[in-house]
């Protein structure tokens, strides 16, 4: 076996990336990254029924937004290609064929009807009773040569257990008359998912193969395939199942009822991937310290097969939503004003200064999505009640709100020069002038200017991004309302 660690993401184009299987491609690619490897991209298509229009690209796609570079794959290549299943059909027929020579595998001709009428009377899930797998030599080569319709099944041991070793799960067990004889190669020449899938980790020197743990059940199939072809095992390392949280407290197997469950979904969500990434790193691995926020790299640094958990994981939107507050607390302004662009777009269409609404979102926001609701004043002011001039914080009320706010209007009007600074020490000497507080003075001011009693930033960074002409048109509007 290759002496560098080599893992592979084997992903179906189904068309849709599971928050499970973003979280396989991340252990894979951490796996082997933690230890100098090489991360590989395999699509595993054979299964044309299920195929999915641009599901490929979707893969392509994901993969590059999370930041999970393959080494080799359909798309950049690599000494052990092609890396697309449905390319590589004429490799597999071979190698069930060397089983059926050494008695490992046979032909098995049992038609559709035999085969519906064992499953219809199967009463206690025995599966295929092995019909074929004693036929005499002679008979075989008969119907070889009357070119019988034929599969190629696995010759299971009929005694005895098989004992494979996880990194996670530990020592498992299973009793050998459990296993079925199943099928490697299909009428129709192609193989199994479960025969290709052990091929080609052979052939592309697959050290470490990284997978759900719904394919706990099979691994026993895969070592037999395995030690009958006398090839080195590779390490397994079965991830966790991944939960949700349900309404009544208890937890299920994560589906969409729970929330978004892909990555794209995901991201339309608001969540930025590098926070998607860095909490789905958390579920089913933990760290030696107690460390949460991780970039890609730093996670490829502290990484040990050893901190993945059986136990299952669960996921917790509101926990994700704390890692993208991190992340988005983590940029610069000017960062954050980028990916926030398109948010404000939904909503603003006047020539306004992103950049001064970033700064002011910046701290409070976790979710790119709750951003248009927020900064969507600025464009228009909701209709509001004068009610909301009534506070008893800012000792505001009916009475002093028109005075103050007048006198505010006159004070602003005299500036010669309509930016942060001037406005912000305007307001300060008006207050000080008035013999009032700060925020008795802001209060109206800001109530006017925004309509609303919570908004980013307060009465002037509002003034300052609304700039003179709407500020002073809302102010007065204000006043008139008192
Ligand atoms: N193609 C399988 C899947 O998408 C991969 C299983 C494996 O990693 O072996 O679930």
Known sequence: MSDTVRTRYAPSPTGFMHVGNLRTALYEYLVSKSQGGKFILRIEDTDQERKVEGAVDLIYRTLERAGLKHDEGPDVGGDFGPYVQSERLGMYLPYAEQLVKEGKAYYCFCSKERLQSLKDNDKFGTG??????????????????????????????????????????????????????????????FPTYNFANVIDDHTMNITHVVRGCEYLSSTPKYNLLYEDFGWEIPTYIHLPLIMGKNEDGSVSKLSKRHGATSFEDLTNEGYLPEAIINYIALLGWCPE?????????????????????????????????????????????????????????????????FVKIASILQKRTTKLTDIPEKVAFFEEQPKYDKELFVNKKSKTNLENSPVILKAAIEELEALSEWNFDSIHDCLIAFAEKQGIKNGTAMWPVRIAASGMTVTPGGAVEILDILGREESLKRLNAGLAKL
């Open 289 to 353: 310290d107690n460390t949460e926020v991780f970039t890609l790299d730093e996670l490829t640094k502290v990484f040990k097969i050893s901190g993945i958990s059986k136990s299952p994981a669960v996921f917790d939107y509101d926990k994700l939503e704390w890692f993208n507050g991190e992340y988005i607390k983590a940029m610069t302004v000017e960062q954050f004003a980028e990916v926030a662009k398109p948010y404000f777009e939904q909503v603003i269409k006047k020539p306004l200064d």
């Open 128 to 189: 295929y009773d092995r019909h074929c797998r004693d036929l005499p030599k002679e008979e075989v080569e008969r119907l070889l040569a009357s070119g019988a319709e034929y599969v190629i099944r696995q010759k299971m041991p009929l005694e005895g257990s098989t004992t494979f070793e996880d990194a996670v799960f530990g020592t498992i067990t299973v009793e050998n008359s459990e296993l079925q004889d199943q099928i490697l190669i299909k009428a129709d020449g």
